[in-house]
């Protein structure tokens, strides 16, 4: 039995990035930013309607995020 070493591992790991795969997790920071950073109700909303902005729960559930962060919320 032998041992197959790749002499160049930098075009190995190039080959297995799928583009979407990229796209997709370009997105999904996006949007955790936006609901870390920006969200003051807007996204639950569409499921709650306008006690989305009173309760506030998304901007609630990261409170302690954002400080950490160091994004101003209050």
């Known amino acids: 039995m032998s041992l197959r070493i790749n002499k160049r591992p930098s075009e190995a790991g190039m080959a297995a990035v799928n583009p979407w795969t990229s796209a997709s997790l370009a997105v999904a920071a ?4 936006y ?3 920006l ?4 996204l639950l909303s569409f ?3 306008p006690a989305a ?3 506030n729960l998304i901007h ?5 995020a954002r400080h950490a962060a160091g994004f101003p919320c209050h």
């Open 47 to 49: 499921v709650q309607g």
């Open 39 to 42: 969200d003051q109700g807007l």
């Open 30 to 33: 996006l949007l955790a930013l």
């Open 53 to 55: 902005f009173d309760m």
């Open 35 to 37: 609901v870390l950073a």
């Open 60 to 64: 609630e559930f990261v409170h302690d």
